[in-house]
């Protein structure tokens, strides 16, 4: 009522119109000390990095400590995300931050009593990974209680352009601080930054967050492996999820494997000028964070499916066929940067479509699945793209034989041409995905056929929380929940698979959503 007030009252003061960011305060304060963190996180991933370097010298050292930041946040994800719908949301924030907080603190007390090495550092990146595990789904389910449902992709975008913040200053600043001040005063940097997010979690009300609620019936909870299964079942239980999930994996599989040819293909075609790589990872880091800020003030797409699926192809367009065929260090950077001012407008929108569509209580375990589903592609393309670029793809581009005949006039014949063939395969690809799901009615009518969580029975499904608290689920008197296979006492949420009141919530027979509607067949193979 408090958080309701107060946004009237901003209302009122501004003549009768909201103002942009009106109400989201307690997000703001959030996000500032995620914010904090993740530049600190950045710093001390540079020094691990140069000390890693400088103790080896070996590139492959290099990349099996950016597998030891990945796999663990990768493959822990299904059960983090399990483990946060069994605390309160703001436990499972504090627990992220608290364990990073932890992991660099035991660096911090090696390093200052001279008992840090080489292996230590990769044991506590796989430490830290662990830990950013638990951070998506938890700031996933926290963000619906911090802001009301139609600031969600305003929100997320804001956290996606703080990541960039991160991605783009932290290596600045941990080579200034390398340089001038040691790992020592980057260690305890970073530590300051896990207290700043971890104070911004304290004094933050989370509307909403009364723990993690009962299993139906009172029972015992499932074991954390089952539990981390039904997030992955619950994304495939909906046509329309499974299928926005499949397109989204499918993108991310094809970006990947052609993104990862980006860095080689631009020192092999700039004759390794180090100058022509720097420009082209700033121009990312700089087009994410327009991207994030120009989305957080327009607030999104009002389709947001077809909207995050043109976003999609804009991103191929740009970032990929574009980057291909561009022949120079301000083309690849202009390519390069209006593909990463799209991707906070599609992180955004998916990240809101799973928080409006997915019970509350089901958050943790479907954004722990989100991670896992669209992330678990990166370390397979990466490792199929490398070998790709230096045994068949660029040698054939100097040869001009297979597939270079066709596309040889395109991308050359010289060095790196190869890898940008990959590019460009990759790009049209995913083009391909993109458009291929702007014609599945299940993906393009997502919010007709799947209603948001808050919609009432009969009601029209786009509810602009009024009545409710923002990102609270509406609940029930029987004994299930909300997106409970369980529940069958005609309360219609969506999720609820045994719901029969013909309300047309998933349930209902006559719904498209539903698997016993004669027409759903048509949808899905369709």
């Given at each position: 009522?408090?958080?309701?007030?107060?946004?009237?009252?901003?209302?009122?003061?501004?003549?009768?119109?909201?103002g942009?960011?009106?109400?989201?305060g307690?997000?703001?304060l959030?996000?500032?000390?995620?914010?904090?963190?993740?530049?600190?996180?950045?710093?001390?991933?540079?020094?691990?990095?140069?000390?890693?370097?400088?103790?080896?010298?070996?590139?492959?050292?290099?990349?099996?400590?950016?597998?030891?930041?990945?796999?663990?946040?990768?493959?822990?994800?299904?059960?983090?995300g399990?483990?946060?719908?069994?605390?309160?949301?703001?436990?499972?924030?504090?627990?992220?931050?608290?364990?990073?907080?932890?992991v660099?603190?035991?660096?911090?007390?090696?390093?200052?009593?001279?008992?840090?090495?080489?292996?230590?550092?990769?044991?506590?990146?796989?430490?830290?990974?662990?830990?950013?595990?638990f951070?998506?789904?938890?700031?996933?389910?926290?963000?619906?209680?911090?802001?009301?449902?139609?600031?969600?992709?305003?929100?997320?975008?804001?956290?996606?352009?703080?990541?960039?913040?991160?991605?783009?200053g932290?290596?600045?600043?941990?080579?200034?601080?390398?340089?001038?001040?040691?790992?020592?005063?980057?260690?305890?940097?970073?530590?300051?930054?896990?207290?700043?997010?971890?104070?911004?979690?304290?004094?933050?009300?989370?509307?909403?967050?009364?723990?993690?609620?009962?299993?139906?019936?009172?029972?015992?909870?499932?074991?954390?492996?089952?539990?981390?299964?039904?997030?992955?079942?619950?994304?495939?239980?909906?046509?329309?999820?499974?299928?926005?999930?499949?397109?989204?994996?499918?993108?991310?599989?094809?970006?990947?494997?052609?993104f990862?040819?980006?860095?080689?293909?631009?020192?092999a075609?700039?004759?390794?000028?180090?100058?022509?790589?720097?420009?082209?990872?700033?121009?990312?880091?700089?087009?994410?964070?327009?991207?994030?800020?120009?989305?957080?003030?327009w607030?999104?797409?009002?389709?947001?499916?077809?909207?995050?699926?043109?976003?999609?192809?804009?991103?191929?367009?740009?970032?990929?066929?574009?980057?291909?065929?561009?022949?120079?260090?301000?083309?690849?950077c202009?390519?390069?940067?209006?593909?990463?001012?799209?991707?906070?407008?599609?992180?955004?929108?998916?990240?809101?479509?799973?928080?409006?569509?997915?019970?509350?209580?089901?958050?943790?375990?479907?954004?722990?699945?989100?991670?896992?589903?669209?992330?678990?592609?990166?370390?397979?393309?990466?490792?199929?793209?490398?070998?790709?670029?230096?045994?068949?793809?660029?040698?054939?581009?100097?040869?001009?034989?297979?597939?270079?005949?066709?596309?040889?006039?395109?991308?050359?014949?010289?060095?790196?041409?190869?890898?940008?063939?990959?590019?460009?395969?990759?790009?049209?690809?995913?083009?391909?995905?993109?458009?291929?799901?702007?014609?599945?009615?299940?993906?393009?009518?997502?919010?007709?056929?799947?209603?948001?969580?808050?919609?009432?029975?009969?009601?029209?499904?786009?509810?602009?929380?009024?009545?409710t608290?923002?990102?609270?689920?509406?609940?029930?008197d029987?004994?299930?929940?909300?997106?409970?296979?369980?529940?069958?006492?005609?309360?219609?949420?969506?999720?609820?698979?045994?719901t029969?009141?013909?309300?047309g919530?998933?349930?209902?027979?006559?719904?498209?959503?539903?698997?016993?509607n004669?027409?759903?067949?048509?949808?899905?193979?369709?």
């Amino acid at each position: 009522m408090a958080d309701s007030a107060r946004s009237l009252d901003d209302t009122e003061r501004d003549g009768g119109r909201p103002g942009r960011f009106t109400g989201m305060g307690p997000f703001m304060l959030v996000w500032s000390g995620q914010a904090v963190s993740l530049v600190g996180n950045s710093v001390l991933r540079f020094a691990f990095v140069y000390e890693t370097w400088s103790a080896t010298g070996r590139a492959t050292a290099l990349t099996t400590l950016s597998l030891c930041a990945l796999l663990p946040q990768v493959l822990l994800s299904p059960l983090a995300g399990a483990f946060v719908d069994r605390v309160s949301r703001r436990t499972a924030l504090q627990l992220a931050d608290g364990g990073g907080l932890l992991v660099v603190a035991l660096l911090s007390v090696l390093h200052f009593t001279g008992g840090l090495h080489t292996w230590q550092v990769y044991a506590a990146v796989m430490l830290l990974g662990g830990a950013a595990a638990f951070q998506f789904p938890a700031l996933g389910a926290a963000v619906p209680l911090l802001v009301d449902k139609d600031r969600l992709q305003r929100a997320n975008s804001l956290l996606a352009s703080a990541k960039s913040t991160a991605d783009v200053g932290g290596p600045a600043l941990g080579g200034l601080l390398v340089a001038f001040s040691g790992l020592g005063f980057i260690l305890v940097a970073d530590l300051v930054s896990f207290a700043v997010a971890l104070a911004a979690i304290r004094v933050v009300r989370l509307r909403g967050d009364t723990g993690p609620a009962r299993e139906p019936g009172g029972g015992p909870r499932k074991k954390l492996v089952a539990e981390a299964v039904e997030g992955m079942r619950f994304l495939f239980r909906y046509p329309s999820l499974r299928d926005l999930m499949l397109a989204f994996c499918v993108v991310n599989l094809v970006m990947v494997f052609g993104f990862a040819a980006v860095q080689p293909m631009v020192l092999a075609r700039s004759g390794g000028e180090t100058a022509a790589l720097a420009s082209v990872n700033t121009a990312i880091g700089v087009g994410g964070i327009a991207g994030g800020l120009l989305m957080a003030a327009w607030s999104g797409p009002k389709n947001r499916a077809r909207g995050m699926l043109l976003g999609i192809i804009g991103m191929c367009l740009s970032a990929q066929v574009a980057m291909a065929l561009a022949g120079g260090v301000v083309g690849w950077c202009a390519a390069i940067l209006v593909g990463a001012a799209l991707m906070p407008m599609i992180n955004g929108v998916m990240q809101a479509i799973v928080q409006t569509k997915v019970p509350q209580e089901w958050h943790g375990r479907v954004f722990g699945a989100v991670v896992f589903l669209s992330q678990i592609s990166v370390p397979l393309a990466t490792a199929v793209s490398g070998p790709l670029a230096d045994h068949v793809f660029e040698p054939r581009a100097a040869d001009g034989t297979g597939v270079f005949e066709v596309l040889g006039p395109l991308v050359g014949d010289g060095p790196g041409s190869g890898m940008a063939a990959m590019l460009l395969i990759a790009g049209l690809c995913g083009i391909a995905v993109g458009v291929l799901s702007m014609t599945r009615r299940t993906v393009r009518e997502i919010d007709t056929l799947l209603p948001d969580i808050d919609a009432e029975p009969g009601g029209s499904g786009t509810g602009d929380g009024a009545g409710t608290d923002a990102g609270k689920p509406a609940t029930t008197d029987g004994p299930g929940r909300p997106g409970d296979p369980a529940t069958t006492d005609g309360s219609g949420r969506p999720g609820d698979p045994a719901t029969t009141d013909g309300s047309g919530r998933p349930g209902d027979p006559e719904d498209p959503e539903n698997p016993d509607n004669p027409e759903h067949k048509e949808l899905v193979e369709g």
